[in-house]
Structure formats: structure tokens, C-alpha cells
């Protein structure tokens, strides 16, 4: 499920601070959405110009928007480590260090390159940031754990819907081959507790819950600026 308010300038400023920090040699995790997307394209034209970097992608939406736009990339599974990783976010709560990730249903990979990132940089519109967090929170389940998976969720305080295709009949299916719920759970005050509870659920493949992983926020304004903000 996307959250949309942001405006593209917004989107772009931040996009395009983040991908400044990136420097020769480095191995980047390339996120995914509209605002990754930005990142990503800023990238490739740096790459044009001569820069000397190897990408990440983190789904098939930014494989093929890096391809298109000439970053060669490496496969996760050839990867230990990245030097940094650049991807949005659905919500923010700078305070707490925790994100709402998933709205593209690419967290699960999403998660394995932050994780794998020496520095994890976070960018996002001023539409994104929330105290407490309050979105709800993609869980990618097995499909034939999906019973039991809504069910963990309602014992943990959750109202969780399957997300429904918008160009298809039926579920969305992730780059994995998975299902996923959008889990309501109000307002989180324990996001680290939360995402311990739905780490624990068998059938869970990865939840968007992000808690302490963001190195800094870069927060895009409407009049095409952004503000490095440290969580
Ligand atoms: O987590 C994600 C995909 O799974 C995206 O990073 C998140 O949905 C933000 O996307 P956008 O920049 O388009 O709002």
C-alpha cells in the first residue's frame, strides 16, 4: 500500500542529496520506489559522466531502472557487504530510528541490502515523517501460512488485509513469490518490540518494520530542497 502525498520535487531533492554522498568504488544498494527512483537516475548519470560504481538492486523495478539507465550491477547473492544502500520509505519516525517499509512489497530484499550496508540512507518526502509510526506495516508471508500469519497479527494487535492486485485479479505476489498483508496496528509505540513479535510468527517471510537500520534521513521539501536529518 503507497503513500502518495509526496510531490515529485520533494521526492527528487531527496533522491538526488542521497546519491551525492555516493563516491568511486562503491557498491550501492539500490532501492525501490519513486523516490529510490530518483537516486537511481541521478546515479546514471553520474555513471555517463565517468563515475565508477556497482549497484545493488533491491526487485525488479530497480534492476530495470538501473539497467536502463547504465549502472552495472552485481547480484545480492554475490555480495557480502555494500558500502552504502539508498531506498524511501512509506512512513518515518526519526525519533525512534524506525521505518515503515514495503509499500512496493520489496522489503523482504529491501531489508537483506540495508542490513548488508555499511551506511543506510533513507530518503523521503516531509509527507513521510510520523511519531509514533501509525502506516501499516507489509508483512510478506508464505502463501500456504497465510491463516495462520492473520492470525498471529490479530493476536498482536493487528487488523492485517491481503493486498490486492490493481492490473490483476487476486493478490499481489511479491518478486518472491509471496503474499502480503497490510497489518493495522494504530499507532506503534514499540516498533522494536512489534517487530520482534512478527519476526517470531513461522510463515513470515519479512515484515516492513525497520527499526534502528537508517544512518540518516533525507527529507525533500517542496521547493526542490532536502535536509540531511540523523535519526
Ligand atoms: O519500501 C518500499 C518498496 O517496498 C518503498 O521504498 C516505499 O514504498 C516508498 O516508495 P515511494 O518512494 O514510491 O513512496
Do not use: W
Not at 94 to 122: I, T, W, Y
Amino acid at each position: 500500500m503507497k503513500n502518495t502525498a509526496g510531490t515529485e520535487a520533494a521526492k527528487r531533492a531527496a533522491g538526488e542529496a542521497a546519491a551525492a554522498e555516493v563516491r568511486d568504488g562503491d557498491v550501492v544498494g539500490l532501492g525501490t520506489g519513486s523516490t529510490a527512483a530518483h537516486a537511481i537516475r541521478d546515479l546514471g548519470d553520474r555513471v555517463d559522466d565517468g563515475l565508477d560504481v556497482e549497484g545493488v538492486a533491491t526487485s525488479y523495478q530497480s534492476r530495470a531502472l538501473a539497467k536502463e539507465v547504465g549502472i552495472p550491477l552485481l547480484s545480492l547473492s554475490d555480495v557480502a557487504r555494500v558500502d552504502l544502500a539508498i531506498d524511501g520509505a512509506d512512513q518515518v519516525a526519526l525519533g525512534a530510528n524506525a521505518l515503515v517499509k514495503g509499500g512496493g512489497a520489496a522489503h523482504a530484499r529491501e531489508k537483506v541490502v540495508a542490513s548488508a550496508a555499511d551506511r543506510f540512507l533513507v530518503v523521503a518526502d516531509g509527507s513521510k515523517l510520523a511519531e509514533p509510526l501509525d502506516y501499516p506495516v507489509p508483512v510478506e508471508v508464505l502463501p500456504d501460512a497465510l491463516a495462520r500469519v492473520e492470525r498471529a497479527v490479530r493476536d498482536a494487535g493487528g487488523d492485517p488485509e491481503l493486498r490486492s492486485a490493481e492490473r490483476k485479479d487476486g493478490p499481489v505476489v511479491t518478486d518472491n513469490g509471496n503474499l502480503v498483508l497490510d497489518c493495522d496496528f494504530g499507532a506503534v509505540g514499540e516498533a522494536r518490540s512489534l517487530a520482534g513479535t512478527l519476526s517470531a510468527a513461522p510463515g513470515v517471510v519479512e515484515h516492513g518494520l525497520f527499526v534502528g537500520m537508517a544512518d540518516a534521513v533525507f527529507v525533500g521539501d517542496d521547493d526542490g530542497d532536502a535536509t540531511r536529518r540523523s535519526p
